[in-house]
């Protein structure tokens, strides 16, 4: 497969998994499934515009506004890239978990006007955050490492 076909593929798969459980993808707690493809950049690096490209469609179609769309994908892109530079070390694991923390918790509270605080926000994203990408992104990258060739 070649890289552009795969990068489509992720993005493709972002966004159908943010609306497969959409009841959870969206909020202050965002155990948000899709979250789960954001260690992808560790094998490959075309999955950093994969994963931009489903978050801006994903938050686009989610109706949430300029700042969900705009500010998550900038925030998610910047975090596959970390991801993919700091790969198989605890920043490069940790990178969509600080970032969509600190970073979409800046805008979220006004976005969705939550009557929470910025620190309740980071906390809660970010649990929510290393729920998913912990939990089952690592799981989901050990299985694609391993049958790798299927991948290519």
């Not at 943010?18 to 999955?47: D, I, K, N, W, Y």
């Not at 490209?53 to 109706?63: D, E, K, R, S, T």
């Not at 978990?97 to 910025?118: C, K, M, Q, T």
Request: aromatic content about 20%; overall charge positive.
């Amino acid at each position: 497969m070649n890289r552009w076909a795969r990068g489509g593929l992720i993005a493709a798969l972002y966004v159908v998994l943010v609306f497969a459980f959409q009841f959870a993808s969206f909020g202050a707690f965002q155990f948000r499934v899709a979250e789960a493809l954001t260690l992808l950049p560790m094998v490959f690096p075309e999955a950093i515009g994969g994963i931009y490209v489903g978050v801006m469609l994903a938050n686009i179609l989610g109706g949430f506004g300029p700042w969900d769309i705009f500010g998550g994908s900038l925030v998610s892109l910047i975090a596959a890239y970390l991801t993919y530079r700091y790969r198989h070390t605890w920043f490069g694991y940790a990178s969509p978990i600080i970032l969509n923390a600190f970073l979409v918790s800046l805008y979220l509270r006004f976005v969705f006007e939550l009557p929470f605080s910025y620190w309740f926000l980071v906390f809660s994203i970010g649990i929510s955050e290393a729920v998913v990408v912990l939990g089952l992104g690592i799981p989901l990258l050990r299985f694609v490492e391993r049958h790798q060739s299927i991948f290519l």
